[in-house]
């Protein structure tokens, strides 16, 4: 059920951020836009108990930076009490929303934040290749674990082929670290969450375009 709270922290880029990023220091992302970054875009996730009226969608595009926002219904009060540590969260009730901005190009994927750009896959990425950026006291270090050279990812009803990134550092309670699998097509495909008890969740993402 956590990772449902994952997918809303680090897919749905929860901080409003700031374009000057874009053209000044931080790092960047190259490349035409991509369809997964288009207007009206909608994401289905798969289903976790607890969770519900889940959706998310890009509601703007402007000099290659989407907007997304993103909204659920929280039924268990252990997962409301999680979900205040994800910064820009808003609630009334057990209604949770959040938004945020990002590139997304046939290159790769970047969020942009307020304090900077933060790449979560490139397409052209090696195993071993390193991003960070510091946010308030935690420093947010993604690193490409895998990188796919046959279709050997199962996703919906294909294999396709993956970068696996793997994320420490966004503070998260009871999370060691969370796992990202991207694609050039399709874009971002399933999260993995790795909890400190030693248990981890997958969700598979899927995209209207």
Known sequence: ????????????????????YLNSGGQSLSGNQHVVGEVDNTFSMSAVP???????????????????????????????????YIPGTNFVGNLA???????????????VYDEGNLVLAKWNASVGDEY?????????????????????YFWGWMMIKTIGVEETGRGIPGVSKIEYQTNHKFGLVAIKAYFEDGTSKVVSIYSTN
Do not use: H, P, W
Request: glycine share 8%; proline share 0%; with cysteine.
């Open 132 to 152: 960070s950026l510091k946010r308030g006291a935690n420093t947010i270090t993604r690193k490409v674990a895998t990188k796919s050279t046959t279709d050997d």
């Open 50 to 84: 607890g969770i519900s009226n889940q959706s998310a969608k890009i509601t703007a595009l402007k000099d290659g930076i989407s907007t997304i926002e993103y909204t659920c219904r929280i039924d268990d009060a252990n997962l409301l009490e999680m979900a205040k």
């Open 97 to 111: 929303t959040g938004g945020g901005k990002a590139k997304i190009t046939d290159q790769g994927i970047m969020n």
């Open 1 to 20: 059920m956590k990772t449902q709270l994952i997918l809303a922290a680090a897919f749905v880029f929860l901080l409003t951020s700031c374009e000057k």
